[in-house]
């Protein structure tokens, strides 16, 4: 029989929604699990596959035809080529992340502006500490620059969300010709290095390709301003971790806050852990009560588009990686 694999467990998804897909696929035989064994066993009859899947079961299933993973990122494929050869459609749940993401950086950048982390500290140490108004460590977002790196749904979020704080927001995007609304300058990679200098915060949204790997290193950093931050809810692997340890150290920034790291969970021995100018979080910007839901919703829709023949949304370019 025809089968679907929802690699979910049944338990933490939306109430109904198992049914929902039940009925949109009558004479399917859909299997919900997050167990390896049970998976492994329905990949010979599976056409569409979908949530958490393991890469290796996916690029086994030989009947496959469609895999929406219930993630954005598609940089695991550059660890299995032979899924970028093999013909089944590729779609991801891009967007769903927007919201809990542009929040994440709001909440990072206003820990940096209100120098939340020493109070926190000091919290610790039952210790008083006062933040006079001839200081400089404590600021205002407004006024300040945010440049973004990566201007898709969670980069256009972050703007809009920057842009009505009264900072002024630029951005880095592969085509600089699409604009963005709240978004003043727009350019393309190469010009990296010449906008740099001119942002107070430096956040990083874009997804990890051959080409973004390494795209934050020495030379990149040390275009920042000294009080600038940088801010990475991307992938680890698009910031040289070993140049960030030295501008750090180094003062050719003022810090960091940073939600992603080259090895997860982030090594004990990283000296990042010690750093008082970082502030650290384990790879959850994206998390929320209501991924799963939205998730599946994007599921749902792309399944009907399926099964009637129109174009599916999120239609990952598998060799380019997003």
Not at 175 to 203: M, R, T
Not at 250 to 257: L, N, V
Not at 293 to 312: C, H, K, S, T, W
Request: proline share 7%; net charge neutral; with cysteine.
């Amino acid at each position: 029989m025809t089968t679907l694999l929802l690699g979910a467990d049944p338990n933490a998804l939306p109430t109904g929604q198992v049914d929902r897909l039940q009925s949109l696929l009558p004479t399917w035989n859909v299997i919900v699990t997050k167990l390896p064994d049970h998976m492994e066993e329905a990949l010979p009859v599976t056409e569409i596959s979908a949530g958490d899947i393991p890469p290796d079961l996916v690029t086994r299933a030989p009947r496959l035809r469609w895999f929406q993973q219930w993630w954005a990122g598609a940089d695991w494929l550059m660890n299995y080529p032979q899924a970028v050869e093999r013909e089944f459609v590729l779609t991801n749940v891009s967007g769903i992340h927007a919201i809990p993401i542009s929040e994440h950086v709001l909440a990072l950048l206003l820990a940096f502006a209100r120098d939340l982390p020493r109070s926190f500290r000091a919290q610790g140490r039952r210790e008083w500490v006062v933040h006079r108004d001839n200081e400089d460590t404590v600021f205002e977002l407004a006024g300040k620059t945010m440049l973004l790196l990566g201007l898709g749904a969670i980069g256009q979020r972050t703007a809009m969300v920057a842009a009505a704080l009264g900072m002024r927001v630029f951005g880095v995007r592969r085509n600089p010709h699409i604009k963005v609304p709240e978004v003043e300058i727009v350019v393309g990679p190469d010009s990296l290095c010449d906008i740099l200098p001119q942002a107070d915060f430096v956040v990083l949204t874009l997804p990890l390709t051959r080409d973004t790997r390494g795209m934050i290193g020495a030379e990149e950093l040390m275009r920042m301003k000294p009080s600038a931050y940088l801010v990475n809810v991307a992938r680890g692997a698009i910031v040289d971790e070993q140049a960030l340890v030295r501008a750090l150290r180094e003062g050719w920034i003022a810090g960091a806050g940073l939600d992603v790291f080259k090895e997860e969970p982030l090594p004990q021995h990283s000296p990042l852990w010690k750093m008082q100018n970082v502030t650290i979080t384990a790879h959850y910007s994206g998390s929320s009560p209501r991924y799963n839901e939205r998730a599946m919703e994007i599921f749902l829709d792309n399944l009907r588009r399926y099964l009637v023949g129109q174009p599916l949304r999120n239609v990952v370019d598998k060799r380019l990686g997003y």
